[in-house]
């Protein structure tokens, strides 16, 4: 997917129209899926409104992470067929979602906002305001790292 795609919501149509022509019946029902998703989160809420990319971004990190944890729940219950297909799902999700940080970068990011977080107060954040350096850490990473990664990271840095 290019950068200069209208939005991820176009790209996910088309590229579900393309893989409709290619009778990619995998690709298609995921993508079917996602876009199903996207507009359930749409009309959620007191009023219809469009999502940002941002915001489709995270739920498409939703529908990846539920895959994921599905896969596990049919593994451990002897079901490898379901969680291969639900695997193949979250492989497809996964295309339209940023590459997420390495550890190393997600100790700079940490960083980062632990220096944010102690600029407006004048003072090194401690335990006390683990909230607010997640809070600033999760804006920088940008749907990169998930917030158990991000919680964990931060802890470490405290």
Do not use: F, W
């Amino acid at each position: 997917m290019s950068e200069t795609s209208p939005s991820l919501k176009d790209a996910l149509r088309s590229d579900m129209v393309a893989s409709m022509k290619a009778k990619d019946r995998l690709r298609t029902a995921t993508l079917r899926m996602l876009i199903a998703a996207v507009q359930t989160e749409e009309v959620s809420g007191k009023e219809a409104r469009v999502l940002t990319d941002d915001e489709i971004v995270k739920v498409l990190a939703k529908e990846s992470k539920k895959r994921g944890e599905s896969a596990e729940i049919y593994t451990e219950n002897g079901r490898g067929e379901l969680a291969a297909q639900e695997r193949a799902e979250a492989q497809i999700i996964d295309e339209y979602l940023p590459t997420p940080l390495t550890d190393a970068e997600l100790v700079d990011v940490v960083d980062t906002a632990l220096a944010q977080v102690a600029e407006e107060l004048g003072e090194r954040p401690g335990v006390r305001q683990m909230g607010q350096v997640i809070k600033a850490a999760s804006a920088l990473a940008k749907g990169k790292a998930d917030g158990a990664r991000i919680s964990k990271a931060v802890k470490s840095r405290l």
